[in-house]
T-cell receptor, first 116, second 114 residues
Framework: AQKITQTQPGMFVQEKEAVTLDCTYDTSDQSYGLFWYKQPSSGEMIFLIYQGSYDEQNATEGRYSLNFQKARKSANLVISASQLGDSAMYFCAMREGMDSSYKLIFGSGTRLLVRP | KAGVTQTPRYLIKTRGQQVTLSCSPISGHRSVSWYQQTPGQGLQFLFEYFSETQRNKGNFPGRFSGRQFSNSRSEMNVSTLELGDSALYLC?????????????FGPGTRLTVL
């Protein structure tokens, strides 16, 4: 069965520094998608970045980049130049059923706190 | 473009009652998925609808049901509420096709069962 593991329940980072949030996944599918979402205390899940299993380049979106290591089955999120507004829960997710139905499997999340 | 909207945002019910939650997807999106988020179980997939048809269903009892209308709006219903149904219910929409399709989430409905 597909599974997402986030081993860091909580992390601190100093404002303006970079931080890496870990994510490993387990799947027997050749085609899959990996996502990172941010969830502030308000509860809404905000899409950050996507990486496809066949993408050769690591995805980047502004201050967010995804360090994709397919052989190690890891998809770590890197946030550069952290800001106070980055304090939130971060979830790694994998899409199951790439060709038909849409179902995301989520990790347990990492709570990031940015210190001023 | 307006985002995904969910109503109501907060709901308090008592055990045994039933509840209906509503979700309006982003304009043009045909796929709507529902997720339940609890502190103990995390985020769990409930079901997905595409063009009024349920395409996938998670491991939840039959008390949880849903439907999608011709305008892609979706509702989920929980009958005979239990204390354990207290959760944040998140709705997400996407185009529904293509490998790079991304789900966008609404603000959620926070359900409390007393």
């Amino acid at each position: 069965a597909q599974k997402i593991t986030q081993t860091q329940p909580g992390m601190f980072v100093q404002e303006k520094e970079a931080v890496t949030l870990d994510c490993t996944y387990d799947t027997s599918d050749q085609s899959y998608g990996l996502f990172w979402y941010k969830q502030p205390s308000s509860g809404e899940m905000i899409f950050l970045i996507y990486q496809g299993s066949y993408d050769e380049q690591n995805a980047t979106e502004g201050r967010y980049s995804l360090n994709f290591q397919k052989a190690r089955k890891s998809a770590n999120l890197v946030i550069s130049a952290s800001q106070l507004g980055d304090s939130a829960m971060y979830f790694c997710a994998m899409r199951e059923g790439m060709d038909s139905s849409y179902k995301l499997i989520f990790g347990s999340g990492t709570r990031l706190l940015v210190r001023p | 473009k307006a985002g995904v909207t969910q109503t109501p945002r907060y709901l308090i019910k008592t055990r045994g009652q039933q509840v209906t939650l509503s979700c309006s997807p982003i304009s043009g999106h045909r796929s709507v998925s529902w997720y339940q988020q609890t502190p103990g179980q995390g985020l769990q997939f409930l079901f997905e609808y595409f063009s009024e048809t349920q395409r996938n269903k998670g491991n939840f009892p039959g008390r949880f049901s849903g439907r999608q209308f011709s305008n892609s709006r979706s509702e989920m219903n929980v009958s005979t509420l239990e204390l354990g149904d207290s959760a944040l219910y998140l709705c997400a929409s996407s185009g529904g096709q293509g490998a790079t399709d991304t789900q966008y989430f609404g603000p959620g409905t926070r359900l409390t069962v007393l």
